[in-house]
Nanobody, 118 residues
Framework: QVQLVESGGGLVQAGGSLRLSCSAS????????MAWYRQTPGKQRDLVAQ???????NYADSVKGRFTIYRDNAKNTVYLQMNSLKPEDTAVYYC????????????WGQGTQVTVSS
């Protein structure tokens, strides 16, 4: 089990940058996959970026070249650096942890709002 707390959201103008943080209550090296998702009202929750314990990353096509997911194992934190933000990036961003060394699991943070104005 793990508790996830997101931070770093806010209001930014198009072209600006934000860095989201996801702080986990357990060592993230014990988690198989961590990811960022985003969701707007009436829409499904879509994968934005993910990173495995081995360091493999994947990104949604819509954010490739603009967003970067990375981690600091010592701080039990996963980050999402968002550059060149567009109004279409406006959403609630959620941190997800799935799969653990010793057990199964799928956990979500409460989300952090990102609003990009034109």
């Amino acid at each position: 089990q793990v508790q996830l707390v997101e931070s770093g959201g806010g209001l930014v103008q198009a072209g600006g940058s934000l860095r989201l943080s996801c702080s986990a209550s357990r060592p993230i090296f014990t988690i198989n996959t961590m990811a960022w998702y985003r969701q707007t009202p009436g829409k499904q929750r879509d994968l934005v970026a993910q990173i495995t314990r081995g360091g493999t990353t994947n990104y949604a096509d819509s954010v490739k070249g603009r967003f970067t997911i990375y981690r600091d194992n010592a701080k039990n934190t996963v980050y999402l650096q968002m550059n060149s933000l567009k109004p279409e990036d406006t959403a609630v961003y959620y941190c997800n942890a799935k799969g653990f060394i010793s057990t199964q699991g799928d956990y979500w943070g409460q989300g952090t709002q990102v609003t990009v104005s034109s």
